[in-house]
């Protein structure tokens, strides 16, 4: 089973930065992709950005230019960086990891959620 653990959530003023880490643990043969997804107050959990592990990358369109999602393989950790924040980024963010076990199947695990906050 994998765990995966978020972090770096705050509150933070408009035009502020964020770091968010998710950190992933247990026995896999390989990941297929990470994600970093956000559900607001009264809304449906959406996809801010999720890098494959061929390196892809893919964003939600409000957050283009602004979010950077990176990974690092060696800590089993992927970043979203996030830029130039908007109140309306608002949201528990949320980890996501898919992944290939040892025994061939696929899986997919959440992290606990990490809450951001933008002031206005």
């Known amino acids: 089973q994998v765990q995966v653990v978020e972090s770096g959530g705050d509150l933070v003023q408009a035009g502020g930065s964020l770091r968010l880490s998710c950190a992933y643990s247990?026995?896999?043969?390989?990941?297929?992709?990470m994600g970093w997804y956000r559900q607001a107050p009264g809304k449906q959990r959406e996809l801010v950005a999720v890098?494959?592990?061929?390196?892809?990358?893919n964003y939600l369109e409000s957050v283009q230019g602004r979010f950077t999602i990176s990974r690092d393989n060696a800590k089993r950790t992927v970043y979203l960086q996030m830029n130039s924040l908007k109140p309306e980024d608002t949201a528990v963010y949320y980890c996501n990891v898919n992944y290939v076990s040892y025994l061939g199947a696929r899986g997919n695990s959440w992290g606990q959620g990490t809450q951001v906050t933008v002031s206005s």
């Open positions: 247990g026995s896999v043969f390989s990941i297929v992709d």
């Open positions: 890098i494959t592990s061929g390196g892809r990358t």
